[in-house]
């Protein structure tokens, strides 16, 4: 079951997103822009030799809710330490791929896969915001410290 988010937590979100957007890069890596293609999609998350925590949001064009989470990841990448050396985040619509479309039929749903390591590690069907900060909060990599 989704939680309801409170408004006082609604706030601080859009605070956050707000602070994301002054900071600069978007988190979000859109499949087709900025010379990011489905090659270097498919080597990022297949590279067994990468610490990252690799998200991919898989949506259907048409489903605005698919893209209501951009606000969720902003706010990661503003709160989490270094985020960007320990995260990719990555949304592409279902029919980019062919295993997509036939894993994911079309729907209003979104699906996350979670990447490490080469492999896919975990799935959330549906916008599950607590599900998935849960998932990242316990499976970024540490924190790189210099010696």
């Known amino acids: 079951s989704s939680l309801a988010v409170p408004r006082s937590k609604r706030a ?6 707000m602070a994301a957007e002054k900071k600069g890069k978007d988190p979000v890596d859109k499949l087709g822009q900025d010379g990011f293609d ?7 998350i297949s590279d067994e030799t990468s610490k990252k ?3 991919v949001d898989v949506y259907t064009a048409w489903c605005g809710p698919c893209l209501s989470i951009v ?4 706010t990661m ?3 989490i330490d270094q ?6 985040i990555t949304q592409m ?3 980019s791929m062919p295993e997509y479309v036939t894993r994911f039929p079309q729907t209003s ?3 996350f896969l979670f990447y490490k390591a080469g492999q896919e590690v975990f799935c959330v069907e549906g916008l599950k915001a607590p599900e998935i900060l849960k998932f990242v909060d316990e499976n970024l990599p540490p924190l790189e410290v210099d010696e």
Request: contains cysteine; hydrophobic residues 30%.
């Open 83 to 88: 985020f960007e050396d320990r995260c990719t």
């Open 12 to 17: 601080l979100v859009l605070c956050s997103a």
């Open 71 to 74: 606000p969720t990841f902003k």
């Open 38 to 44: 489905l090659e270097t999609f498919q080597k990022r």
């Open 109 to 111: 749903k979104p699906h």
């Open 93 to 95: 619509d279902r029919t």
């Open 77 to 79: 990448q503003v709160g």
């Open 53 to 55: 925590l690799h998200i």
